[in-house]
C-alpha cells in the first residue's frame, strides 16, 4: 500500500516536472531540428548612427555560437540552413539629465527599435519580431580635457542584451 502511493507521488511529481516547459538547450521550437548552420548577415540600418549594427551584428553571432550547437557565420553564401536578417529601425539618444553648474547634459539615453527575421532555406519565416526595443544610458564628460564618448560602450552594452534575448527568444521558444 504504502509503495503504491509512494509510486503514486513519484509518477505525478515527474508528470508535474515535464509539464512545466523545461528543454534542453538545442530542442528550440523556433529551429527545424535538422538546422545545423546559421547565417546572420550583417544589421542593415534605416538611422544615420555609425556602427551600431556592426555591434548588434557580431554580439548575436557571439550569443548563437556560444548557446546554440549551431555553425554560426556572417556569409550567407554558403547555402545555411537558417538565416537571420536584422534591421535597426531607429536609434535615437536623447538627453536624460541636465547639469546646471556646466550647463550641458550629463546623462544620455539611447533607444533602439530592432526588426529580426529568422527564415528556414526554403525563405519560410521561422521566428519574426518587429519591435525589439532596448534602452541605455550613459553617463556624459564635462571636463573637456578629459572627455571620452561613452555611448560606443552604452551600445556594446545594449548589443550583448539584445543578443541575450533575441537567442533566448529563438532557442527558448518565448
Known amino acids: 500500500m504504502i509503495r503504491g502511493l509512494i509510486g503514486l507521488a513519484i509518477a505525478v511529481a515527474l508528470g508535474v516536472v515535464s509539464s512545466c516547459g523545461y ?14 548552420t546559421l547565417s546572420v ?3 542593415a540600418t534605416r538611422t544615420d548612427a555609425y556602427h551600431t549594427e ?8 557571439r550569443e548563437f555560437a556560444a548557446r546554440s550547437r549551431m555553425r554560426v557565420t556572417p ?5 545555411p540552413d537558417v538565416v537571420l536578417h536584422g534591421t535597426i ?22 533607444t533602439l ?15 519574426e519580431n518587429k519591435n525589439y526595443v532596448f534602452r541605455g544610458q550613459y553617463q556624459s564628460t564635462t571636463d573637456l580635457p578629459t572627455f571620452l564618448d561613452e555611448s560606443p560602450a552604452a ?5 550583448r542584451e539584445f543578443a541575450r534575448a533575441l537567442v533566448a527568444d529563438v532557442l527558448e521558444g518565448m
Open 23 to 36: 528543454h534542453t538547450v538545442g530542442a528550440a521550437t523556433h529551429l527545424p531540428p535538422e538546422a545545423r
Open 41 to 43: 548577415p550583417m544589421f
Open 54 to 61: 556592426i555591434a548588434l551584428t557580431d554580439a548575436v553571432i
Open 75 to 79: 556569409a550567407v553564401g554558403d547555402n
Open 89 to 110: 529601425l531607429k536609434e535615437t539618444v536623447v538627453p536624460l539629465t541636465y547639469n546646471t553648474t556646466t550647463q550641458q547634459s550629463s546623462s544620455f539615453l539611447i
Open 113 to 127: 527599435v530592432i526588426s529580426v527575421t529568422l527564415n528556414d532555406r526554403d525563405g519560410k519565416v521561422l521566428y
Open 155 to 159: 551600445v556594446d552594452r545594449m548589443s
